[in-house]
């Protein structure tokens, strides 16, 4: 990816008119804030002196150690509007001293102990997706910070069809994880809106859950087990048996870690057969109410679709789920609330599921629009952040965030968060559009997406800093978890005792501390 | 339960005559080794002094602490072979030195600071239905030690329908808590064969497995979270959300923690409506092969059955399934390994899953056996308990153990531990019947339940020792786990270092180090 964009830059697109349109009218006039370019962006100095880098050589092998500003630059930020705004804003960024690349297990065990011995922060790198600050090379209390690349760590290992299972490296990414499964007529099943760039051991360092959870659940539930190095040593956790009664889950400590007690090398996953077939149906509610009581029926049931998926009155207004024509209207679409559906597997399942979801769901008030807006969304659903670049280029506010409760709390968490954002960017003068979707479900309860639209003032990082902070607010005080599938990272450590508790904290921290005892590992990410 | 045996002394059973028959043919004559009398057994002394039990029911309130024989002996042990067998010995059996309830959390908390300051060791206590020792009085280094009865927490809280959750109690039994749910139409449908003396507390200390586990999954995966004092403070584990991506997940680190981290004493139980129908159908297969592939196939296809068991060759053989009939000879069923499968929920639901199922099943080899087995088997399905104490009278060994691998290493595994099992009893001169069956089932793997019935030699606990240490080295050297819903006890704490390798023994003691800093907690349990 380029560094201060979502994507390549042939992926970059200008403002449609549609989007354009409904930014002059919800957001007004703004003043544009374009990016730099890469030659102008003033950065840190390296902290790591020749012997240092010598050493790191020594245990990388020649060429896999790089103080390069092409290197390094992209490996200072991930995507969040903190991070994207960082290059704009015109500052000196801190970018790590020095980008490495083991490319076995042994070489991170020793980089880590040397990296204890030496005091320097070690920053694992997989996609660079997080949207939380999770790759921020803050250096703590050491002497230097360097970035881990996971790239060598990219083969596909010990596939077992019988057992729909197979060894990934942490640093594949989602196509090149999905491309050496088909060669073996598998498939992981895994599409987050990261799916081009962001990687298998970052999928699960940060509990990420794709599009299609409802047929597939979410990554941490794929995950069999998992290959860690600690600077205490290399361990695999995670039981070699589909499931055991023996002791507490330990891989279910790693993953959500976030590199903070370890970096994760490999995984095996459970993977399935490519489905055979494939069936769509989008529908419209008259309000979301009717629309979340559907879903939830639809799940409580285990009528059994792969995806499904709800926006808002005002989501569905703005036709954000086809990014080629957000702001348009949809003449012929009634009013109301989207969901789309989709369902995989063999052709008999597939049939027997979307009968079983579609009678539910036309039981409970929704009307059929046919296959259309599924087939849209699903060709574009990768490309919803490629356009905040050009939306951050004209001086837009726009950032996306998520959380997720109990049924029975939808409304009310709903209705706080709307509220806070909406308080909060109007306190700046700001007008914020917001918009919500469900995309996650589960028996119990679902997510809550939530895109922000708005006019940036002079100072947008502190602007966006105090919105975040009443949105934490609102959330934790009503009962929804900070992240539900971006994680922690820098911008959500300062809740993290709302959310485990000061008991649950104090647990992390010894495992950390028994783990990582120089503390070296991604130090500021995850434990305030 | 009765202290020596299974269940009360009203469902006490004499041995059947097809059950005389087939232990005469396979184990030959047996010496009876009936179990004492209450009155006769022996006990150890009460450590505790005057002011001790004194400050104990300062904290518990009058009436909560007793030091008779009638309650220190029935907590003693639990009921696994060597539980039993230790009555049967004629030893000094070492009891609890006192049992106490306490009402509250508040209270645990006071008596665990209690009891660290004292150096007294605290062992939880549910139901008392362990079969790998968790229940045992083990005094580790500590003056003394107390059984901790959670009896009193024994009510449903914060019932909400729309989302499917309720609290429950951890002294709550089985048949309690479905009672208390079945009051506002809901269900948990945990049915272990513990199912009507195991507590709440102690499914989710034990990560528990049920009969419709592939309906409603294991008793880790209905936790939504939990309240557990520790030593260091009163907290809740899980979050509120249904799904988090705030870091690792605690819960998972208390699930199966056996008592040594904290004392779980609430539970938030994902739960469901009462299922309005019911359908059941017995098959037939070929041989074991035939029969693992389709139930393979079954999970991996997400047919939907809510039970589906398959029992091999020889249990199918034993008739082990009808606990009235074990060792009959049914005439009428052909030969061959015997596939129970039952289906819950709405009408149409359960319609459409026993079709796809049946199909399923039919395609890949089996014939129908009608819905008659599947009756006799749920009927008689919490039975087979109270069969073990009338073997053990007659002085047969008869002892049940259980693992789960991956599909493809079913047949492996199977044959390593049959192998072991049959070696280690014959090496003592007894012949060993080995009946298995799988009963929970993963899109990656299943279950293997094993039985075994042989001749008890003079000295059975060593004998079954030896047996025991034979069949966990089958087990970890051919990738099974060590227990796959029992727990690991001090049964099996030996080999936890194989199951979860060194480091991640040294993450378990982290954690407890931290919680229980003296130690206090189930010492001798889970850890080796």
Redesign the interface.
Known sequence: MSFSIWGSEQEAKPLSKSLQSLVGKVVGNTTPRPAPALAEVKISECALDAAQLEALEAICGAGYVSTEREQRIPRARGKSYFDLLDWRVDQVIDVPDAVVAPKSNEQVLELLQWASKSSVAVVPFGGGTSVVGGVSPLRGRFNAVISLDLTRFDAIEDV?S????ATLGAGMSGPQAEIALAEHGLQLGHFPQSFPYATIGGFAA????GQNSAGYG?F?EMV?SMEVV?P??I???G????????????K???????GTFGIITKVRL?V?PIPEAKAYEAFVFPDFASGVAAV?AVE???T?PTVIRLSDEIESATNLTSTDAIGEQDTAAPHGCLCLTMYE??R??VA?RHE?TRNLLLEMGATSLGEAPVRKWEKGRFGAPVLRDALLDAGVLCETFE???????VPNLKKAITAAVTEALGEGNSVALVLCHVS?V??????LYFTILGAQDEAPIEQWRHAKLSILRAITEH??????????GTD?ADF?QQ??????L???R??K???DPQGVLNPGK?LP
Chains 1, 2 share one sequence.
């Open positions: 077992d019988i057992s729909g299972e940060t509990r990420s859950s979410r941490d069999a600690t205490q040593g361990m695999t956790v039981d070699a048996a589909p499931a055991s009664a023996a002791g507490p889950d330990l279910e400590l790693f993953m959500g870690s976030e459970k399935h939830r409580q049931h285990k059994g597997g063999t008999e399942h027997s079983e959380t997720a409760t109990t049924w029975s709390n996650h589960y028996a119990n309860g679902c997510s009962n929804g978890t900070i992240t539900h599938h971006h994680a922690v959500h993290m959310e485990v508790g000061q008991l649950g104090g647990i992390l010894a495992v501390d028994h783990l995850l």
